[in-house]
């Protein structure tokens, strides 16, 4: 072989092999978005994805465009704003006589019938005054009463027609007798010109929220008040917990050096496990500590207990155990005061995080996860997002996505960390310096056996 052949093979295989990107991660779920002008969206993992993450930060669960390239996306835990999917509650409402501006009560009374729990069967407004009855239907009663939890705003909707451009008051009541006034900011808007179209459909209160069984609404000017047909409650921010969900283990007994009986069982992914329980059968109370690690090779960590846990008869049980905080490990322990009557259940509970990602590159978008070879990269996502809802309001969130079927990209394979790479580099310079020394020791030899000696 010519040299400057030998020396371009080398060359060529010192070039490091380019992987797709794709084959880097075990799995992947198509995305399906709501809207295509969405920009930004969310998707709620489910427990598929976590099963197949490896990262304990969730590293290696990210968003990829149809040419394989990642896009800008974080993963929120479910109580963050931006994880959380607008809280909306449709609500009952009646309309009333708008009554003049500074009379908001004056010229007719108020007959209802009402539910044993506080809703409103039935409401009648009876005229007290000569010009009451003449009063627009343009007030509204709200039905508020089957809301549990501080009403952020309330959306309305109306009856397209005229431009609109109307201010209203906002009163709440716990009787339908006493009402009170409450602080509230926004108006109702629908303006068009030149195929362009503002909307303002939102009437905000504080930001603690409000709570009342009823509201009512009332414009300032009654001859320019909107044509509703339906009302919206936006639930404060507390309201929008996700559900718990479980995992429930069946564990194995060992032996504890210390001569005491354990149970250890085996999470099936990086969930984020918020509350613990155990399950037996029939009537029972004990005292337990649970205690957690993610490999054998680590020490257990303490996680909850004492703590007892009990069932009596058909109904009467024990609440569930708050963690201190948030764990993915894979291995848990259970440790009880006494003897155990059976084989305790583990059952974790967690609330499913959402990754929020932009919409970035080419469509279709997919989901990946499962790997030891790649990590999503840090992102001015959430800045950005915060930086939409204050351009868009503090009632924007991102659009809804979903998960589709799930489909193998690199399989096992990537859950296998990449051998490591041979520094060809030291190779090559130590062949060139071998490959020299070589050349000048056959150089010096064949002087020798000639009898020359080299030239000054």
Known sequence: MKPRLFVLAVLTLALPLAAAPRQDYAQQWPLRLSRDDGGAYRVVLDPAVYAQAQSAQLRDVEVIDASGASVPAEVFAPEQPLARA???????????????????????????????????????????????????????????????????????????????????????????????????????????????????????????????????LTPQDPQRAAQIVAVEAELAAGAASAPLQWRELKGARVELKDGGIAFEYRLDGRFPIQQADVALPGNHALQWRLDSRDSEDEGWRAQAGPWMAYAVGAGDRSAARQLAGVSRDRLWRLRASGAVPGEPVLRLGYRPEVAVFLAQGQPPYALVAGSARAARADSPLAQLVEALRKSRGDDWRPAEASLGAASALGGAEALQPMPAKRDWSSWLLWAVLVAGAVIVAGFAMSLLRSGKTPEA
């Open 86 to 216: 607008p809280q909306r509650r449709a609500l009952p409402w009646f309309a009333l006589p708008a009554a003049p501006s500074g009379g908001a009560a004056q010229g007719w009374e108020l007959i209802s019938e009402v539910e044993t729990d506080g809703r409103l069967r039935r409401v009648e407004a009876r005229s007290t005054a000569g010009d009451a009855a003449k009063l627009p239907q343009t007030a509204l009663l709200i039905d508020a009463s089957a809301v549990r939890a501080p009403i952020q705003a309330l959306q309305l909707q109306w009856a397209p027609g005229a431009a609109l451009d109307a201010a209203y008051s906002v009163e709440a009541s716990d009787d339908l007798d006493q009402w009170r006034s409450v602080s509230s900011s926004g108006r109702l808007v629908d303006l068009q010109r030149d195929g362009q179209r503002l909307q303002q459909r939102r009437i905000a209160f504080d930001t603690v929220g409000e709570q009342a069984r009823y509201l009512r």
